[in-house]
C-alpha cells in the first residue's frame, strides 16, 4: 500500500502509476484533484484513491494519515514528491514566499511522515522516499528558496534513515534533472531545456518515467540494505 504527494501529475503522476501497475493500491494525494492519475491507474488495472489535501497543513496531513489508516489499516511506502519551484532573485524574494517554498517541499515531507509512521511501524516494514533535487550541484540563479529546501530534504532523509532502522523502514532519497512536466513547461523556455539537456551525459531532457525505475528499486526489498541515500537520477549531470 503506497501514498504518493503530489501525484495529481508530472513526476508523482508516473510514480504512481507505476507502483500502481506493480500491484500496490495507491493513495495519490494532491492539493488539486487527482482524479487524472486515478483515471490512468484504474485504465491499467490498478486500485487507486484519491485525496485532495495541502501537505504542508499539519492539520490536512494528519487528516491524510487518519483516513489511509481507517481504509486500509496499513501503509508500506510513502513517497514524498510534492514541490513548487517559482523563480525568485534574492532581492526579489520575500519571506512569505520563502516560508511558503520551505513549507511545500521540505515541512511537508516531515508532516506526511508523521502522519504515517505509527501505522507504518506497526507493520514492522516500510519504504519512504523523498524527492530531492539536482539543482543543488548546479548554477541556477533564482532558486537559494528552493535549493534551501531541497538540501533540506537531503537532510531529513539521513537523520530519518537513522531513526526509523530499527523499524525496518528504509529512508533514501531521489533526485531528478530538470524534468519534462507541465509545471516546467510553464516557467522554462525551450533553450533553457536544450541547455540542460547538453550538460547531462545522456544528452536528452529527462521525462517523468525516467524517475520511476530508482523509485521501485528503493520501494522494494532489492533495497532492504540501502538507507540514508540521495540518488540524483539525472542523466549524468550531477558528477
Do not use: C
Not at 19 to 47: C, H, N
Amino acid at each position: 500500500m503506497a501514498v504518493v504527494t503530489g501525484a495529481g501529475r508530472g513526476i508523482g503522476q508516473a510514480i504512481a502509476r507505476h507502483l500502481g501497475e506493480r500491484g500496490a493500491t495507491v493513495v495519490a494525494v494532491d492539493l488539486d484533484s487527482p482524479d487524472e492519475t486515478l483515471a490512468l491507474l484504474e485504465k491499467s488495472g490498478g486500485v487507486a484513491v484519491g485525496l485532495t489535501a495541502d501537505v504542508s497543513d499539519p492539520g490536512q496531513t494528519a487528516g491524510v494519515g487518519a483516513e489511509v489508516a481507517r481504509r486500509f489499516g496499513r501503509v508500506d511506502i510513502l513517497v514524498n514528491n510534492a514541490g513548487i519551484f517559482p523563480f525568485r532573485d534574492i532581492d526579489e524574494l520575500d519571506y512569505d514566499m520563502w516560508r511558503r517554498v520551505i513549507a511545500v517541499n521540505l515541512d511537508s515531507q516531515f508532516l506526511m511522515v508523521k502522519a504515517v509512521l505509527p501505522v507504518m511501524k506497526e507493520g514492522g516494514w516500510g519504504r519512504i522516499v523523498n524527492l530531492t533535487s539536482n539543482s543543488i550541484v548546479t548554477t541556477s540563479p533564482g532558486l537559494s528558496h528552493y535549493m534551501a529546501s531541497k538540501m533540506g530534504n537531503i537532510g531529513f532523509t539521513r537523520g530519518l534513515a537513522n531513526d526509523l532502522a530499527p523499524f525496518g523502514i528504509t529512508v533514501n532519497a531521489v533526485g531528478p534533472t530538470l524534468t519534462i512536466t507541465p509545471g516546467v513547461l510553464q516557467v522554462h523556455p525551450k533553450e533553457v531545456l536544450a541547455a540542460v539537456a547538453e550538460a547531462q551525459a545522456i544528452k536528452r531532457n529527462g521525462q517523468p518515467d525516467d524517475l520511476v525505475g530508482t523509485v521501485a528499486f528503493l520501494t522494494s526489498d532489492d533495497a532492504s540494505f540501502l538507507t540514508g541515500q540521495t540518488i540524483m537520477a539525472d542523466g549524468g549531470l550531477a558528477r
